[in-house]
């Protein structure tokens, strides 16, 4: 495994750099202290002398990570008030590819397009980026997401299933592709360990780079203070998947990549096993396109289902979120009663390493914009431990997708839902939409779906599972040795 950096944006660096020049836990207690005191939020060390060196000391830790002036920003704007969206400017669909191409050149781009993508591949151009720093509240699973058992019938975890997608590439193009996991500070350790208790899956440990994320506390709505989780902890939650963006950077990923020749970023959350992690089409056509950012799309299932909605803002590729979609442009239809916002955003992206590296290198660095989010979050009240019963803080997150319009160029390719899209979000139950149980439902399916196109008759009933490292396409099952039929009372795994 690679080396593992805390993610820090440049004031928490000052911060850390000037304690590294104060020698004695005073000292850095009474910059910490100022630094605090400044932004009226004081009270977090209010009981610090009467804790252990060793309590202390953590304390200290984690207020040297955040960026105590942005924190104070963020309050006036974020938590004193909530931050109206005005969606100003010119605002039209987003023109994307086709899932299928319309015509004889877009077959002909497509034919070029996947010669591309299959090229970056042979030649080590592309890494695998998966942003593991969730809390998985809604799954209610008490471990890393991706240790969870997702897959039909082995119910291989998801980080399983990633790697032997890549081990799968490896063996078809040649060429390692690295693996990049952000986690967070509180899932790092236990996801660390789930790593190498599986002896990396197979895959060689220098290929793979584990880095949390940076925090953010946790604001109390109504007074606008921080919260602390325990007399030496903050209560503090991960920063957002628009986080990855710097912790790519910061933890030394980008330079890593850089060095290896890496050119772009499979970008893919840790709750979908239908992935396709190194799809030649989306690469090459991003490739062909000279684009920064690219992202993958779906056909909305209905004019208000909640997926964040491509559009061109002034010219600029946007995501906007379904929250913040005014009705009248999410029911507009063409002339043919189509839908004119029907590209719904997944979070599938690819990425540049050089548009990463640009963003984090700028001169004034750069920023997403920050998003609120009422939760429910325990904390120490000075004397014991608070559970509220109603959402009592503001949480705050940045959107990855939040990059797109800083790109100079962002295609986006639409696919098939049933093909690459089936999330694990919510706990398994009744009727429940992307569960555990709905996205095993969706593997079998894809399974069987795969299976006859090499000519293999699936009876209804039967549960199949094709593991990544037997094939990550249709087309890969084609030369192997297949039964001819899979009867309805069997479980087969290919
Ligand atoms: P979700 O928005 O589904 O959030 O994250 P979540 O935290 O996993 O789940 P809930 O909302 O608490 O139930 C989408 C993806 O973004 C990652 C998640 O791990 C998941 O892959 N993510 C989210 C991060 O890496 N960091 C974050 O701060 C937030």
Redesign the pocket.
Known sequence: MLSITLARSTTQRNLANRTMTTTTTADRLADARAALDAVGQGHLLAQAEGLSDEQRERLLNEVECIDWPEVARLIESHVRQKPAFALSGDVAPAPFYPAKPADDAQAEKYDQARAAGEQLLRDGKVAAFV?????????GWDAP?GTFPASPIREAPLFQLFAEQLLKLHAKYGAVVPWYV?T?PINHAPTVAFFEEHDYFGLSPEDVMLFP?AMMPAIDMQSGKCLLAAPDALALS????G??LKALYASGAIADMKQRGVTQISYF???NPLIDIGDPLFLGLHRLDGAQMSSKSLPKRDAMEKVGNFALVDGKMSVIEYSNMPDELATQTDADGNLEFNAGSI?IHVIAVDFVASLNEGEHGFSLPWNRAEKKVSFFDGAETVDPASPNAVKL?TFVFDALPMCERSIVLETVREDEFGPI?NAPGDGVQDSPDTAKQLQVDRAKRWLSHAGVRCDDGSWVEVKPTTAVCADDLEKLDLPARIEATSRVVI
Not at 131 to 139: D, E, F, S
Not at 238 to 241: E, K, S
């Open positions: 942003v593991a720093g969730g809390q998985g509240t809604r799954l997401k952000m967070s994320q991960p920063n957002g998947h986080g990855s959350q840790v709750d979070a997150e979000k």
